[in-house]
Nanobody, 117 residues
Framework: QVQLVESGGGLVLAGGSLRLSCVASGSILGPNAMGWYRQPPGKQRELVAT???????NYADSVKGRYTISRDNAKNTVYLQMNSLKPEDTAVYYCNLADFQSRLDYWGQGTQVTVST
C-alpha cells in the first residue's frame, strides 16, 4: 500500500508562483511514475504533469513553459513548481503515483490552488 501526502497549495494572485510537494510512503519498490493532476471547479480531473524515476517528463500543453515537475527518488517526493499562474489554473491538485509493476494508481487527498485577479 502507498500513501501520498500533498502540501503547498493556497491562494495566490495572478502572475504569482506556488510550489506543491507530495511525499510517498509505503511499498514503493519498482518502476513508477509520479505526477500531478487537477480538477477545476465543475470540470473533470485532467493531467498536469508526470515524471518517471529516470527523469523523463510529460506536461499538459496548458502548463508548458510555466510549470516544472521534478522528483527526489531518495525522498520519494515529487514537486510541482508553478509560475505565471492564471485564474484558470484554479483547481484541486492531486498527486498520483502509477506503479508499473502492480498497475495500480495511488492518489493523494488533494490540495486547493486558487489564483485570483
Amino acid at each position: 500500500q502507498v500513501q501520498l501526502v500533498e502540501s503547498g497549495g493556497g491562494l495566490v494572485l495572478a502572475g504569482g508562483s506556488l510550489r506543491l510537494s507530495c511525499v510517498a510512503s509505503g511499498s514503493i519498490l519498482g518502476p513508477n511514475a509520479m505526477g500531478w493532476y487537477r480538477q477545476p471547479p465543475g470540470k473533470q480531473r485532467e493531467l498536469v504533469a508526470t515524471i518517471i524515476r529516470g527523469g523523463a517528463t510529460n506536461y499538459a500543453d496548458s502548463v508548458k513553459g510555466r510549470y516544472t515537475i521534478s522528483r527526489d527518488n531518495a525522498k520519494n517526493t515529487v514537486y510541482l513548481q508553478m509560475n505565471s499562474l492564471k485564474p484558470e489554473d484554479t483547481a484541486v491538485y492531486y498527486c498520483n503515483l502509477a506503479d508499473f509493476q502492480s498497475r495500480l494508481d495511488y492518489w493523494g487527498q488533494g490540495t486547493q490552488v486558487t489564483v485570483s485577479t
